[in-house]
């Protein structure tokens, strides 16, 4: 299976700053045929189901505010809060869909400072 | 809109087996694959498996192979996952969700509410 290994386990930010998770993958999820990153983020609030907010590694979800961001390619992610808002509290995970057996990183929490 | 309802909360003892029910509305059925995706509590997402709702064709993740059954109703637009022999440390809450049929598209767009299911003596 790809490990997905993130990176910090959890981090405060001070409102309006800006939140950077890393997210790094045991081989690469960058498929050549199409160029595109098979890789997810999902934001999970409290007593809440995950939601996407990134695909192909840098694809927001409709809907998604662009203070999210999401870069890298290969094995080396990054989702970045441009600017942290209350409303951002939550843990982060990103997924692998480049295998078939799918994997998730251990996530992220993001608290304010 | 689309929404994926799940079954609700079930409490089992060691060595029995749970069935968790998730009904699909607002959207074609069969046109996407259902997973089920498992969370201990204070823990992390873990992937048990898929459905593809229109074959009926099925993808287990090797910690559950043997112990799980993913199977789905297209009459009723409703998947259901099956864990059997259950240990104290199946407890979680499991969800379902939905993606896409080709790999590109494997990422989960919309999720269940969640079934807690408890494994106790």
């Known amino acids: 299976d790809i490990v997905m290994t993130q990176s910090p386990d959890s981090l405060a930010v001070s409102l309006g700053e800006r939140a950077t998770i890393n997210c790094k993958s045991s081989q690469s999820v960058l498929y050549t045929s199409n160029n595109k990153n098979y890789l997810a983020w999902y934001q999970q609030k409290p007593g809440q189901p995950p939601k996407l907010l990134i695909y192909?590694?840098?694809t927001r979800e409709s809907g998604v505010p662009d203070r999210f961001r999401g870069s890298g390619s290969g094995t080396d992610f990054t989702l970045t809060i441009s600017s942290l808002q209350a409303e951002d509290v939550a843990v982060y995970y990103c997924?692998?869909?480049?295998?078939?057996?799918?994997?998730f990183g251990g996530g992220t929490k993001v608290e304010i400072k | 809109q689309v929404q994926l309802v799940q079954s609700g909360a079930e409490v089992k003892k060691p060595g029995a087996s749970v069935k968790v029910s998730c009904k699909a509305s607002g959207y074609t059925f069969t046109n996407y694959y259902i997973h089920w995706v498992r969370q201990a509590p204070g823990q992390g997402l873990e992937w048990m498996g898929r459905i593809n709702a229109n074959s009926g064709g099925t993808g287990y993740a090797q910690k559950f192979q043997g112990r799980v059954t993913m199977t789905r109703d297209t009459s009723i637009s409703t998947a259901y996952m099956e864990l059997s022999r259950l240990r104290s440390d199946d407890s979680a809450v499991y969800y379902c969700?939905?993606?896409?049929?080709?790999?590109?598209?494997?990422?989960?767009?919309?999720w269940g509410q969640g079934t807690l299911v408890t494994v106790s003596s």
């Open positions: 997924q692998q869909y480049y295998s078939t057996s799918l994997t």
């Open positions: 969700a939905r993606a896409g049929v080709e790999m590109a598209t494997m990422y989960f767009d919309y």
């Open positions: 192909w590694a840098s």
